[in-house]
């Protein structure tokens, strides 16, 4: 199988592990929207990435695979990128917090 981060394929994988990957064929981030997803190659200001961060999370608010992507992103360790609607140093907050680290989120209402 292709796997595919935000609608562009990255890596084959072995056919045992497809059916784990099954939820990145429903994702709302494939196509035309994957750029508001990652950084681009060149720096990036802070106001352009929190306006690319917005745009991505929005699109994730409408996603009906967001609790997978979290998921897959949160036990991958992905280090880039918006996944579940959380961007990298919001999933290291969550990280941290079930590692035992670190203060809960904001907004994680504890
Ligand atoms: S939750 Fe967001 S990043 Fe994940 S698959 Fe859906 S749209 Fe893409």
Redo the contacts with the bound molecule.
Sequence with gaps: MVVLR?GRAVAIRRDEQDESFD??R?????GE?AVA?FPPPHFERKELRLARERR??A??R?????V???DY?LAAREPH?????LNEVERRLIADERNGRGEPPRGSGR
């Design positions: 935000k939820w990145q429903s994702a709302a981030c494939r929207h997803f991505a999370k699109i994730c409408t996603c009906p695979v967001s997978a992507c979290l992103a990128g918006v996944w579940g609607g």
